[in-house]
Structures are given as C-alpha cells and as structure tokens.
C-alpha cells in the first residue's frame, strides 16, 4: 500500500468549453448580421412644425377655491372667476383656437379633488388638451 497516491482534486474550472461555444455564436451572428433589416425611422418633415405651439391657458386653483384664468399670450391677463364663468370663457376661446393647451396649476395644500373637479369642468367646456402645471423639485 505504500505505492498508492493519492489524487488531487482539480480546483480549477476547464473554460475551453464556453470559449468554443462563444465562437460558434460569434460567427453566427456575423453571418447573419447583414440579413437583419433595420427598422424605418420616418423623420418630420418641414412643413409638419412650421408652426409654432399655441400658448395654453392657465387655471390657478387657489387654496380659498377662487379660479384665475391666464392668458400667456398676453401678458397681464388674469380673471377670477366662478367655476361656471371659467367654463364659458374657455369654451369662448376654444371657438378661435381649437387646439389650444389648458394648464391647471393649484396651490401645494389645494384637495385634489378641487383639482379634479376644474379638470372635469374644462373637458366639459371642450378642453381637449387638458394638462397639470408642475414646479420642478430642487435636486
């Protein structure tokens, strides 16, 4: 018994293998590669944004419930008025520009469901492109 040696275990792993494997696929996808047809990406032309955005109107809900309406295209245009009032003066001006933007901005402590409830109203009124005015947080 004294001839007899003990093995040793192998702690290494054999990458010979894999490395074979990723050859094989590597010259798959080199043969392939000028079979695969890339997706059309269809660019604006210059005729599409020839013009510019309408400025939207802006309704501030105020943490009392009074509504002011702004108009950004002239400066110093603002209006309190009643729910019912905003209403008729949007749908007035949604008659001279259909796809005007209206913006909500509130108060940071206004319920949400004043918020939702002025929203409900200008779709109401014919606000298509209804959006919520956000302030940026300090990063």
Do not use: W
């Not at 007899?4 to 392939?32: C, G």
């Not at 949007?90 to 008659?95: F, S």
Request: proline fraction near 6%; glycine fraction near 6%; hydrophobic fraction near 45%.
């Amino acid at each position: 018994m004294a001839g007899r040696r003990t093995r040793k275990s192998i702690n290494q792993i054999n990458v010979v293998p894999y490395i074979d494997v990723m050859l094989v696929l590597l010259v798959i996808f080199m043969v392939t590669a000028p079979f695969i047809n890339p997706g059309q990406v269809e660019l604006p032309s210059v005729g599409k944004s020839g013009t510019a955005p309408a400025t939207p109107l802006e309704v501030m809900v105020r943490l009392d419930g009074t509504l002011l309406l702004r108009d950004r295209s002239a400066p110093d245009n603002e209006e309190v008025l009643t729910r019912e009032r905003l209403v008729q003066a949007v749908a007035d001006r949604l008659k001279v520009h259909k796809d005007q933007p209206v913006v909500i901005s509130a108060d940071k402590d206004v319920r949400y469901e004043a918020v939702m409830q002025v929203m409900d109203a200008l779709q109401r009124a014919g606000a298509s492109r209804v959006g919520l005015l956000v302030k940026p947080g300090a990063s």
